[in-house]
């Protein structure tokens, strides 16, 4: 069993939807919680950032962490064609971050 | 202004060659870092460094070899290519060597075996 499990889609919403993003993962280890995005040809720059179970929210996104289930999630309010990426969620253990192997999201107009 | 810096940005080969990757930040981070992507996007750490010290080498063939003169500077030597060797290497860095620290990623090289 992978340490970091994410669908890797493709998920392909319509424009101003609702999106949901989901990793879930094994290691209790983990402690710090991060989703990336990644446009085409560009490295993973860092969304979302927490490290307590809640919602986290910023502007148009939301990070959830749910510790006890070892789920979290991202979700992207009124999503626009410009959030068309890669999502990678990312944990953090004291020494590494484990990476989900992203889910590619387009956003269609 | 670049924050983390790697050249080239596509690097094309054959097999056998050895090749080299270069990654430089301005960050002023202490932590630096080595990534491969492979074909279906899964990013995988290979080294770490925190200041100029080597503290992650997982798994990888030692015919990768990093080097880093400074902390600023993280480079990528790969001898005797293989086909496998194939991917997008990202270089990051990030202020602490913990792994909560936020990584900043370089834009990646892409690397092809042929």
């Known amino acids: 069993q992978k340490e970091v499990e994410q669908d890797p889609g493709p998920l392909s919403v319509p424009e101003g939807a609702i999106v949901s993003l989901n990793c879930t993962y094994s290691n209790s280890a983990f402690q710090y919680f991060m989703w990336y995005r990644q446009y085409s040809r560009k490295g993973p720059e860092l969304l979302m950032y927490t490290y307590s179970s809640g919602n986290k929210e910023d502007g148009r996104f939301t990070a959830q962490v749910d510790k006890s289930s070892k789920y979290i999630s991202l979700f992207i309010r009124d999503s626009q064609p410009s959030d068309s990426a890669t999502y990678l969620c990312?944990?953090?253990?004291?020494?590494?971050?484990?990476f989900g192997t992203g889910t590619k999201l387009q956003v269609i107009p | 202004d670049t924050a983390v810096s790697q050249t080239p940005k596509y690097l094309v080969t054959q097999m056998g060659n050895d090749k080299s990757i270069k990654c430089e930040q301005n960050l002023g981070h202490d932590t630096m870092y080595w990534y491969k992507q492979d074909s279906k996007k899964f990013l995988k750490i290979m080294f770490s460094?925190?200041?100029?010290?080597?503290?992650i080498n997982e798994t990888v063939p030692n015919r990768f070899s990093p080097k880093s003169p400074d902390k600023a500077h993280l480079n990528l030597h790969i001898n005797s290519l293989e086909l496998g060797d194939s991917a997008v290497y990202f270089c990051?860095?990030?202020?602490?060597?913990?792994?909560?620290?936020?990584?900043?990623f370089g834009n990646g090289t892409r690397l092809t075996v042929t």
């Open positions: 460094y925190n200041n100029k010290e080597l503290i």
């Open positions: 990312a944990l953090g253990s004291y020494q590494k971050v484990t």
């Open positions: 990051a860095s990030s202020q602490a060597r913990q792994g909560g620290s936020p990584l900043h």
